[in-house]
C-alpha cells in the first residue's frame, strides 16, 4: 500500500515537473516572440523617422527652389521694368529731338523766307536804280 503511494506520488511530482517545463518553455518563447516583435516594431520606427527626415528635408529644398525662383522673378520684374523706363526715357529723348529738328527746320524755312524776301527788295532797289539811271541819260 505504501508503495502504492510512493509511486503515485512519483508519477504526480514526473508529471507536475513536465507541466513546469512546458510552461517554462512557453514562457521562454513566448517572451522571445515579444522581444522580436519588440525589435520589429523598433526598426519599423526608425525606419518611419528617416523617412520623416527625408520628406522634411525634401520639403524645406523645395521651399528654397520656391524662394530663388520667386527671388528670380522679382529679379527679372525689376529688370523688365528698368528697361521700360529706359524705353520710356528714349522715346521721349527721340520726341524732344523730333521737336528740335521741327524747330530748326521752322527757323530755317523763316531765314530763307527772310533771304528771299531781301533779295526782291534788292533786286527792286536795283532795278529803280536802273531806271533813275536811264531817266537821267536822257
Known amino acids: 500500500m ?15 515537473n513536465n507541466n513546469n517545463n512546458n510552461n517554462n518553455n512557453n514562457n521562454n518563447n513566448n517572451n522571445n516572440n515579444n522581444n522580436n516583435n519588440n525589435n520589429n ?13 527625408n520628406n522634411n528635408n525634401n520639403n524645406n529644398n523645395n521651399n528654397n527652389n520656391n524662394n530663388n525662383n520667386n527671388n528670380n522673378n522679382n529679379n527679372n520684374n525689376n529688370n523688365n521694368n528698368n528697361n521700360n523706363n529706359n524705353n520710356n526715357n528714349n522715346n521721349n529723348n527721340n520726341n524732344n529731338n523730333n521737336n528740335n529738328n521741327n524747330n530748326n527746320n521752322n527757323n530755317n524755312n523763316n531765314n530763307n523766307n527772310n533771304n528771299n524776301n531781301n533779295n526782291n527788295n534788292n533786286n527792286n532797289n536795283n532795278n529803280n536804280n536802273n531806271n533813275n539811271i536811264i531817266i537821267i541819260i536822257k
Do not use: F, T, V
Open 2 to 16: 505504501i508503495l502504492n503511494i510512493l509511486e503515485s506520488i512519483l508519477s504526480d511530482n514526473s508529471n507536475n
Open 41 to 53: 516594431n523598433n526598426n519599423n520606427n526608425n525606419n518611419n523617422n528617416n523617412n520623416n527626415n
